[in-house]
């Protein structure tokens, strides 16, 4: 399956925080979402073959790593108070086919 | 721009009810829309897959409908348990050359099963 670690984090604002990923064996591509609270998770971007695939309306202080060996990272810089929120990253067999979620990164920024 | 939508937000019903939870989307132009299940706190699970070419899919006491000229789905849950309490998310794929690398998802539905 995939796995995500940490399960929770607490950062301060303006610190750096790195969450990462394992993708389900032999899948080629890796997507991150945002999940605020009573919210739907919202797309940041998409590793394909590690190359950024796709990206949705985030700043550039989010940012990815696709590594050869099925993990994976979510970079996010200069944190902020509204990045609180459950980071998901799903992994599936090409762009657009099936994806498979990990259980989430809980991020709490003070 | 592709929005997608679910009501009720909430939902409470007692123990053996048949129960629909709806969907609907802006963008007719999808290629797949998938519902998912989430548990608090924690991540997605699959619950049913449904390609655009395709009216519906079933998997036990589940079954998914999409109606994509009219921009909507449903998930029928047949029989519900106390275990069915959980959050319900739709997502849509758009179509290709529209960004199908991503989900859209919906705000979700807050099922309680009463026991």
């Known amino acids: 399956g995939v796995t995500q670690s940490p399960t929770h984090l607490i950062k301060t604002r303006g610190q750096q925080v790195t969450l990462r990923c394992s993708s389900q064996?032999?899948?080629?591509?890796v997507s991150w979402y945002q999940q605020a609270l009573g919210q739907g998770p919202q797309f940041i971007f998409q590793?394909?073959?590690?190359?950024?695939?796709g990206r949705g309306n985030f700043p550039p202080r989010f940012s990815g790593l696709q590594f050869p060996n099925d993990s994976s990272e979510l970079n996010v810089n200069a944190l902020e108070l509204d990045d609180s929120a459950l980071y998901l990253c799903?992994?599936?067999?090409?762009?657009?086919?099936?994806?498979?979620f990990g259980q989430g990164t809980r991020l709490t920024v003070v | 721009k592709q929005e997608v939508t679910q009501i009720p937000a909430a939902l409470s019903v007692p123990e053996g009810e048949n129960l629909v939870l709806n969907c609907s989307f802006t963008?007719?132009?999808?290629?797949?829309l998938q519902w998912f299940r989430q548990d608090p706190g924690k991540g997605l699970t699959s619950l049913l897959l449904?390609?655009?070419?395709?009216r519906e899919q079933t998997s036990g006491r589940l079954n998914a409908s999409l109606d994509k000229s009219s921009g909507r789905s449903t998930l029928y849950i047949a029989a519900s348990q106390p275990g069915d309490s959980a959050t319900y998310l739709c997502?849509?794929?758009?179509?290709?050359?529209?960004?199908?690398?991503?989900?859209?998802f919906g705000t979700g539905t807050r099922l309680k099963v009463l026991a």
């Open positions: 799903a992994s599936s067999l090409g762009m657009n086919t099936e994806a498979f």
């Open positions: 064996s032999g899948h080629n591509t």
């Open positions: 590793y394909y073959r590690k190359e950024e695939n």
């Open positions: 963008d007719s132009a999808i290629y797949n």
């Open positions: 449904i390609q655009s070419s395709q």
């Open positions: 997502a849509v794929r758009p179509s290709l050359g529209s960004g199908t690398y991503k989900y859209i």
